[in-house]
């Protein structure tokens, strides 16, 4: 693995997390391929070379399940919606090199080798194992065929991962309480062989392997901490028929097949391949990338990181692959504050965005622009609204208009004359920025550089007013002009990887041939043509009554959906980039520093005693063990707690707030509770009385 910078001599391949072959696309799924789509196109333009690969997921027991449900062959339901994924993603300018699927010929293969290559290598063994099974169904219930409760943390999980909890992935027969999803009856469970991939043997490569990786810091953090508490060998196969066989197996009545987190990531190898096949390997090896240097960056949803960072290294290592250079983990998505919700409709989908005719570059640039690849994104129609008509509108439109119809009106086009000083350093300062933001995985960064040189654009002319030079200083004039042509060439050379459509429009109307997807840096300094023709706008307000529509809209599909479903939760919750609680307050977007957060001294305390304050409804006298002293706090939790309970229960307390005295009592600290009905935080382990939250 490689630290150079990009653009490096040696092939990338940029990858996305394949969506399930499931269910309609929506924004939540849009931002991962937009962002990894942005950061490819970025690579293109510093001159890297590199293919943008994905593929649909078809296996695993989301798709089993759903295809039962509506009586059909699993294979046929999820090329269904392979096909739809195929069409949809370029209508929002995401231009994949190539996109296969799990359940095509080539991936298939590269996984029976991989499979294989791993026992052979001594990596697999075979280890008795309680699995689920529902007898009155008389099926095993691999994954989502099964819920009940999360082992590590006692929350609601399904059969394969801790979803409203601690995120973990679940073993086979690891989960609590289970029940049987085809019949809701409690399963029960029975002995089956089953194959292991020693991941415990790699713990010493992994932390290696995670102090070199690149990305986002939520895609080595986790994974360390995981490896600390140490790592579990891992069941890759299954009881169920839609899958790829194992491949030693041939017994018909007991074939296992593959986990389908096994097979999903070689498709990115094996998509690699196809794309490769189809260009040439002269043009583009993926032997080259996988297999001897090649930079692999992996842009993922970031509950899948312990799939990416923990067994997909390791099983590339096992089998001596290429270990990936970066995996940078996408935040979540919310729509107004609340998590999107696929089952409420509290979600905006691909075709709806489409056909409200916006176009894909404004969805482009506010996810992009709006939270990077880390960060949670909040999505309004008035955030939109404010997005588009601020910088696309207000900043980088009324630069490019205002700059070409001058010097079309004047000059019939660029202006005889060499580019300032000035302006070369700041377009040159440009660069250097983008360049940046693109080793640092900084997709936010790409965006706003293009906006910034716009914003100095309008600030450029200004200032030199160059309508009042034209008469008496022509020279001056043209200068101006010939300065403000080039920085709208360069802006569209920084806009393209976010924003391609509008940004070839530009290209068009500065009279330049080709297509702007293909320019790299250089051409941001190189002379615009002499000639073009009257430009036209290139982006559009958005206006305040349509803004107030589409909110009305978006609020009416959310309330028949939550009548329609008659109080039943998250029933047909299926993606795996979503948030499914509602009435979430936003995430804040202003980050504290670790001293910031030190300055809290925040101690486990128990609760001794508690009791009413006369004359308020809500409040509470409590007083609280912190091992050094007791300490007396009021609390608003009287309606929400049964008094006579709390001694003796364990609790958080922030001990350095500022004194406060409520009805007369004296408040000496803060009691820490989530939400309305004030759940009070407490510790899970052995933490003592007095022990400081860090
Ligand atoms: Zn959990």
């Known amino acids: 693995m490689s630290t150079d910078p990009f653009p490096t001599d040696r092939p990338a391949v940029v990858t996305c997390g394949l969506p399930y072959a499931n269910g309609d696309l929506h924004i939540g799924h849009l931002r991962g391929y937009i962002g990894a789509d942005t950061f490819n196109r970025a690579l293109g333009t510093l001159g890297q070379q590199s293919a943008y690969v994905c593929g649909s997921d078809m296996h695993g027991t989301p798709v089993a399940v759903n295809a039962e449900k509506e009586g059909i062959d699993p294979e046929e339901f999820a090329l269904r919606w392979h096909e739809q994924y195929k069409e949809t993603f370029p209508q929002f300018g995401i231009d994949f090199d190539n996109y296969g699927h799990t359940h095509d010929r080539t991936n298939t293969e590269l996984t029976r080798e991989i499979v294989t290559s791993l026992e ?101 953090n986790q994974p360390r901490q995981w490896i600390e508490d140490g790592l579990q060998d891992w069941c890759i196969t299954r009881d169920m028929e839609w899958g790829i066989d194992y491949p030693s197996e041939t017994d018909g009545e007991d074939q296992l097949v593959l986990y389908v987190w096994v097979d999903a990531p070689i498709e990115y190898i094996a998509s690699t391949k196809q794309y490769s096949e189809r260009v040439g390997t002269d043009t583009y090896n993926w032997e080259t990338v996988w297999k001897n240097d090649g930079d692999i960056v992996h842009i993922i949803g970031r509950d899948i990181i312990q799939h990416h960072a923990i067994f997909w290294p390791a099983m590339l290592e096992g089998t001596g692959y290429n270990a990936p250079r970066a995996i940078a983990a996408t935040g979540f998505i919310t729509i107004d504050g609340k998590g999107l919700s696929t089952s409420r409709n509290r979600a905006i989908w691909a075709n709806e965005y489409l056909e409200e005719g916006f176009h894909p570059d404004l969805l482009r640039y506010y996810l992009t622009t709006t939270g990077g690849l880390q960060q949670d994104v909040d999505f309004t129609w008035t955030a939109f609204q404010e997005k588009i008509n601020g910088e696309l509108v207000g900043t980088v439109g009324n630069f490019w208009y205002r700059s070409l119809l001058f010097a079309y009106r004047n000059y019939e086009g660029t202006p005889d004359a060499d580019v300032s000083e000035e302006v070369r350093e700041r377009i040159e300062d440009a660069i250097a920025a983008f360049r940046e933001a693109v080793n640092e995985y900084d997709i936010r960064a790409v965006g706003l550089t293009a906006t910034r040189l716009a914003q100095f654009g309008n600030e450029y002319i200004q200032r030199n007013e160059p309508w009042k030079l034209t008469d008496e200083k022509p020279a001056a004039a043209a200068q101006v002009i010939r300065d403000c042509v080039q920085i709208a060439k360069a802006v569209g050379v920084l806009l393209e990887p976010v924003a391609p459509g509008k940004a070839q429009l530009l290209w068009e109307q500065l009279g330049e041939d080709g297509d702007i997807t293909e320019t790299q840096l250089e051409a941001a300094l190189a002379a615009p043509p002499e000639s073009f023709a009257e430009p036209g706008e290139l982006f559009e307000k958005l206006e305040d009554d349509r803004v107030n529509a589409l909110e009305a809209k978006l609020e009416a599909k959310i309330e028949a959906a939550t009548e329609s479903s008659d109080g039943s939760e998250k029933s047909d919750e299926s993606e795996d980039t979503t948030n499914t609680d509602t009435h979430l307050e936003p995430l804040l977007e202003e980050r504290i520093s670790f001293d910031e957060f030190q300055a809290l001294d925040i101690r486990v305390g128990e609760i001794t005693a508690a009791e009413g304050i006369d004359g308020a409804d809500d409040l509470v006298r409590l007083e609280v063990d912190i091992g050094f002293e007791t300490r007396q706090v009021v609390a608003g939790i009287k309606q929400l707690h049964d008094l006579e309970r709390l001694p003796g229960t364990k609790c958080i307390l922030l001990v350095n707030m500022e004194p406060a005295a409520l009805f007369g009592v004296e408040s000496n600290g803060m009691i820490l509770a989530a939400g309305e009905e004030a759940d009070l935080l407490t510790t899970h382990g052995e933490a003592g009385v007095g022990t400081k939250i860090r």
Do not use: M, W
């Not at 801790?162 to 029940?179: M, T, Y």
């Open 120 to 220: 052979k290598n001594g990596h697999i063994y075979e280890k008795t194992i309680q699995v689920a099974y529902d007898p009155d169904a008389d099926q095993y219930l691999p994954d989502r065929y099964v819920e009940g409760i999360c082992p590590y943390c006692g929350e609601h999980a399904r059969g394969d991962e801790c979803d409203e909890g601690c995120q973990r992935h679940l073993e086979p027969g690891e989960i609590k309480e289970p029940v049987s999803s085809i019949t809701g009856n409690g399963a029960t469970y029975c002995e089956r062989e089953h194959k292991f991939f020693r991941v415990s043997e790699f713990a010493d490569y992994l932390t290696d392997f995670l102090d070199g990786l690149e990305g986002t810091s939520n895609a080595r």
